[in-house]
């Protein structure tokens, strides 16, 4: 079982940054891809930026060039850096991870949210 729990969301304005923790337990986490997703009230939950295993990165074009996904396998934990932040960032951000065994299983943190007010 794999649990995740993320922190450093806030209220920060237009043009600032913030960084985003996420912390996981259980075995595995360096041979995992991790992710950062965020959700806006009554929209879909939407892909920001992932990192496997040999710290391959992918992002939204939507954050490209102002996010910084990276991870320490030493500290089990997953950091999402923000820069030049927009309102349109505002939203839960959410951090997952997808453990394969006999079976698919991806989990979930609980978000974090982040406001940006211009």
């Known amino acids: 079982q794999v649990q995740l729990v993320e922190s450093g969301g806030g209220l920060v304005q237009a043009g600032g940054s913030l960084r985003l923790s996420c912390a996981a337990s259980?075995?595995?986490?360096?041979?995992?891809?991790l992710g950062w997703y965020r959700q806006v009230l009554g929209k879909q939950r939407e892909f920001i930026a992932s990192?496997?295993?040999?710290?391959?990165?992918n992002y939204a074009d939507s954050v490209k060039a102002r996010f910084t996904i990276s991870r320490d396998n030493a500290k089990n934990t997953v950091f999402l850096q923000m820069n030049s932040l927009k309102p349109e960032d505002t939203a839960v951000y959410y951090c997952?991870?997808?453990?394969?065994?006999?079976?698919?299983?991806?989990?979930w943190g609980q978000g974090t949210q982040v406001t940006v007010s211009s």
């Open positions: 990192i496997t295993s040999t710290y391959s990165t």
């Open positions: 259980g075995s595995g986490f360096s041979d995992n891809v």
């Open positions: 997952m991870t997808v453990v394969v065994t006999s079976q698919i299983n991806d989990y």
